[in-house]
């Protein structure tokens, strides 16, 4: 399975974006997706993620409310949109994908990574 990560840049703060991820090369539809993101000298960190049966959405405390993730099966995609952007987002942001299909917030259970994608909140 193969994952490419798009839609980073530079925005201010208060302001959105929209990640997108496209899967290639496995059955989409089963697993569950994640979005992790590594600020500047700090471990990468939780964001958000989804499940492959209903739909199940889970989110990091300091994103719950501004972001929000989401699939679409039919295009091999899952999507993360961000408002009320913070300086505190910055960071290069990963999606991965979990083949068992239940999502996590933790990174053992992703099999797949994205390569990441860079935001940039400017104060």
């Known amino acids: 399975v193969q994952l490419q990560a798009s839609g980073g840049g530079l925005v201010q703060t208060g302001g959105s974006l929209r990640l997108s991820c496209a899967a290639s090369?496995?059955?989409?539809?089963?697993?569950?997706m994640g979005w992790f993101r590594q600020a500047p000298g700090k471990e990468r960190e939780f964001v958000a993620a989804?499940?492959?049966?209903?739909?199940?959405?889970y989110y990091a405390d300091s994103v719950k409310g501004r972001f929000t993730i989401s699939r679409d099966n039919a295009k091999n995609t899952v999507s993360l949109q961000m408002n009320r952007l913070k300086p505190e987002d910055t960071a290069v942001y990963y999606c991965?994908?979990?083949?068992w299909g239940l999502g996590s917030s933790q990174e053992g259970p992703y099999d797949y990574w994205g390569q990441g994608t860079e935001v940039t909140v400017s104060s």
């Open positions: 991965a994908a979990d083949r």
């Open positions: 090369g496995g059955t989409f539809s089963n697993y569950a």
């Open positions: 989804i499940d492959w049966k209903v739909g199940s959405t």
